[in-house]
DNA sequence: ACTTTAGTAACCCTATGGGTTACACTTGGA
DNA sequence: TCCAAGTGTAACCCATAGGGTTACTAAAGT
C-alpha cells in the first residue's frame, strides 16, 4: 500500500534545480535550448509549476544521460501524494476484493 | 535506459478486463458504481482509449485492494512507449552530461 | 549603462478526462 | 419470441493543462 507520507514528496523540477542544473552550472535558457522546449516550457518544471511529460522525461533522459523512468516516476509519486491528500471521491470506493 | 521492446507493453485496461473482470465475474456497469465513476470513464480505460489518472489509480487500489501505483506504473510504462514511438522531437535532444 | 538570464503574465491552440444523454447491438431469461 | 440488462460509443458540454510566442520586469554580471 501506499507509504504514509507527512510532506509532498520531492518535485522532479527540485531535482532538476539542485542535482543538475546548480550541480552543473547550467543555466534555464541553455537548458531549454538543449531540450529543444521553450524557455518557459522548462522554467515551468523547474520552478515546480509544470509537470514532466512523457516527452520531457525522454529529453531530459537524453540530455542528462538518465532513464525517463527516473523522471516519471518522480512526477508521478509527486501527482500521486497530492491527489490523494486534495481529492477525497476515492474514498467513498469500496472493496471488490478481499 | 528503456528497454527495448518490440511490441507495446500491457494498457492498465487489458490487465482489468483478463485479471479482474473475466477472473472475478465482474461487469463494467458493476465496476463502474462501485468506483463511483461513470460506465463510461470505466469503459473507456477497460477499453484502451482512456488512460489511468491518479485519481483512479487510487480509486482501482481500493476496489481491487492493490497499490495506486501498480496501475500509474502500468499506465506510465505504456504512455511513454507510445511517446517513444511516436514523436521524435526528443531524438534531436544533445547530452549535457557524460 | 548595457546585456544576459529569469520569472511570469497574457493569449492562443489542442488534447484529454469526466459527466450526461441517447442510440444500436448482443445476450440471456421469462 | 420478446424484453430487459449489459455494453460500446457517439455527440455535447465543461474544465484543466501542456506547449508555443511575445513582452514586460527584475536581478545580476561585464
Redesign the interface.
Known amino acids: 500500500?501506499?507509504r504514509a507520507r507527512h510532506r509532498s514528496p520531492t518535485h522532479p523540477g527540485g531535482i532538476l534545480k539542485r542535482h543538475?542544473l546548480e550541480t552543473?552550472n547550467?543555466g534555464i535558457t541553455e537548458?531549454a535550448e538543449?531540450?529543444?522546449v521553450s524557455r518557459k516550457t522548462f522554467s515551468k518544471i523547474v520552478n515546480e509549476r509544470g509537470a514532466v511529460?512523457?516527452?520531457m522525461?525522454?529529453?531530459l533522459?537524453?540530455?542528462?544521460?538518465t532513464?525517463?523512468?527516473l523522471w516519471?516516476?518522480l512526477q508521478?509519486t509527486y501527482?500521486?501524494w497530492?491527489?490523494?491528500h486534495s481529492?477525497k471521491?476515492?474514498?467513498?470506493?469500496?472493496?471488490?476484493?478481499?
Open positions: 500500500m501506499t543538475y552543473m547550467l537548458v538543449a531540450l529543444r511529460t512523457p516527452d522525461a525522454l529529453r533522459s537524453k540530455a542528462f544521460n532513464t525517463p523512468e516519471l516516476n508521478q501527482d500521486l497530492h491527489t490523494a481529492s471521491g476515492w474514498m467513498a470506493v469500496h472493496a471488490l476484493a478481499a
